[in-house]
């Protein structure tokens, strides 16, 4: 399992990022070897002219102590990378 802050990406003056997770297994099968994977957002993280935040992609808000959690440092990188 691995967690990162996908790129940050700016439309229409709003900056959008991901927190992302990335699975990968393989199962032994017969002679050979199965595997699979998986790619999935963890929290949209948002900066508009109201402020950032961080949603679940279910829609809920996702407070910094939570996003921490999630992936370590991906708060501070974010917000870094607003203007001033």
Same mark, same amino acid.
């Given at each position: &399992?691995?967690?990162? $802050?996908?790129?940050? !990406?700016?439309?229409?003056?709003?900056r959008?990022?991901?927190? &992302? =997770?990335?699975?990968?297994?393989?199962?032994? &099968? #017969? %002679?050979?070897?199965?595997?699979?994977?998986? $790619? =999935?957002?963890?929290?949209? $993280?948002?900066? +508009? #002219?109201?402020?950032?935040?961080?949603? %679940?992609?279910a829609?809920?808000?996702?407070?910094? !102590? =939570? $996003? =921490?959690?999630?992936?370590?440092?991906?708060?501070? +990188?974010?917000?870094?990378?607003?203007? !001033?």
């Amino acid at each position: &399992m691995t967690r990162w $802050l996908g790129p940050i !990406a700016t439309a229409h003056g709003t900056r959008y990022a991901a927190v &992302m =997770e990335r699975r990968v297994a393989a199962h032994p &099968m #017969g %002679s050979g070897t199965f595997g699979n994977g998986a $790619l =999935e957002p963890l929290a949209i $993280l948002i900066a +508009d #002219g109201t402020g950032a935040r961080a949603i %679940s992609p279910a829609g809920v808000l996702i407070n910094a !102590a =939570e $996003l =921490e959690e999630l992936c370590p440092g991906a708060w501070a +990188d974010f917000t870094a990378a607003l203007p !001033a």
